[in-house]
């Protein structure tokens, strides 16, 4: 065989085993999360689908609380979904209070975070 051709050869399989470990690192990386407009008690109302996170990304869960006449914090419904820049925190919307939490540890960790008691969260 030509040593041009060998040389070639070579250089194909290798490429192919380089390229077949950056396939296998980026699927470690990547995590498929929950995507739900309505999520109640472990169920997904409406909106239902996934998405897949990679690096800087996280399953998103946002717990929304409406103020009640009796002074609480009252659980009104569960968004999931896949967010960039994900951090933990809880925004104030007058009468509306949205808690954020993030995960990318497994599969459809956020639905997980989803399921909180009905009463109200400090
Ligand atoms: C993710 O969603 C797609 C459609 O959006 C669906 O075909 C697929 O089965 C879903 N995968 C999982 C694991 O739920
Ligand atoms: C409360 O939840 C319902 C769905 O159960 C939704 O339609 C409504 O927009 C939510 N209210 C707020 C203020 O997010």
Redesign the pocket.
């Known amino acids: 065989m030509n040593k041009f051709l060998l040389i070639l050869l070579l250089l194909g399989f290798f490429s192919l085993v380089i390229f077949q470990g950056v396939d296998e690192v980026l699927a470690a990386q990547a995590v498929m999360c929950m995507v739900c407009e309505?999520f109640?008690r472990g169920n997904c109302?409406t909106g239902k689908g996934n998405c897949t996170v990679e690096y800087g990304f996280g399953c998103r869960t946002r717990n929304?609380f409406?103020f009640n006449q009796r002074n609480k914090w009252v659980h009104?419904?569960t968004e999931l979904d896949c967010y960039s820049h994900c951090s933990p925190n809880h925004m104030y919307l007058g009468h509306?209070k949205i808690s954020s939490q993030c995960c990318k540890d497994k599969d459809f960790c956020n639905k997980y975070q989803g399921i909180l008691p009905k009463t109200r969260l400090n």
């Open positions: 309505n109640k109302l929304f409406l009104n419904h509306l």
